[in-house]
């Protein structure tokens, strides 16, 4: 894959010879570093940034991404990280591994995952999508679909949450792991309180989630988790929601310091 980025886009980037290349999360660092290499004899001192989107030595572990593959991204990322001109990164946490891993010029600053924020429309949006009324209680999970998310569990507490909807935004839309959800609450009994429905256009997504009653952010305990502050977390405060976060310390600090929700240990769905 890595030959593949390289190959795609290095001619592309000098091409258009740039001010500054931002590279987007750890696949993209080679491409970067080698394409700012290129400009350089030529006159062009070209700087480049690593966004870096997450803790990749700490990534979880699931179908394709094995520990070889993680291994090799990890050891991309040892080798061109330290050559950027900045780093940034989501929390203050994961900054503070990057410091001590690369030990880069200039410490790791810090952009969070948050909007843009826009004014939000309090009709229709998720609750309409799964056809549900003013009076049902709505929880929400927005994002990726993986087993290391832990929206298994929040499909388990429902059984001890009578009456309580959770509507699924699952992105990618077509992911194999949210029809497996679906069946899980099927076996448990809740299947016709558990909707799957598809992802707006990002400018659209606040809005969106803003007519359910509570955001979740279940993520099991990984050690790029543990450093997170995702999207979604950002996305329902936006939206207005209280939140409900597993105990991966970074977002539960937030939470617990701001007062915006509560807080569950991770895969237990009853304390969730």
């Known amino acids: 894959a890595v030959i593949d980025y390289e190959n795609a886009f290095i001619d592309e980037i000098v091409a258009l ?42 990534l979880s572990l699931y179908g394709r991404r094995t520990a070889v593959v993680r291994a090799a991204w990890t050891d991309l990322e040892a080798t061109y990280a330290s050559r950027a001109h900045r780093i940034i990164t989501v929390s203050s946490a994961l900054a503070a591994e990057l410091r001590r891993r690369y030990r880069p010029a200039r410490p790791p600053a810090v952009v969070l995952n948050a909007p843009w924020l826009r004014p939000v429309e309090q009709v229709g949006g998720v609750r309409s999508a799964v056809g549900l009324a003013a009076s049902e209680q709505l929880i929400v999970y927005s994002g990726g679909l993986t087993p290391a998310r832990g929206v298994q569990i929040v499909v388990e507490a429902l059984q ?3 009456d309580v909807h959770l509507a699924i ?30 992802p707006v256009q990002p400018s659209d997504v606040v809005s969106h989630l803003a007519t359910a009653d509570i955001g979740v952010v279940p ?16 996305e329902y405060l936006h939206a207005g929601l209280p939140v409900v976060v597993s105990d991966c310390p970074e977002q539960a600090q937030l939470v617990t310091r701001t007062g915006v929700g509560e807080v569950h240990q991770a895969g237990d769905a009853r304390d969730l």
């Open 219 to 234: 993520f099991l305990r990984f050690p790029n988790h543990d450093v997170a502050l995702p999207n979604k977390l950002f």
């Open 17 to 58: 010879r740039p001010d500054a290349i931002h590279a987007h999360d750890v696949e993209m660092v080679g491409v970067a570093d080698k394409a700012a290499s290129i400009l350089g004899p030529n006159g062009r001192a070209v700087p480049w940034i690593y966004d870096a989107h997450e803790f990749v030595a700490g």
């Open 160 to 162: 001890h949450l009578p």
């Open 169 to 198: 935004v699952g992105v990618p839309p077509g992911s194999a792991y949210g029809p497996r959800l679906l069946a899980s609450a099927d076996e448990l009994g809740v299947a016709e309180r558990v909707h799957l429905t598809t």
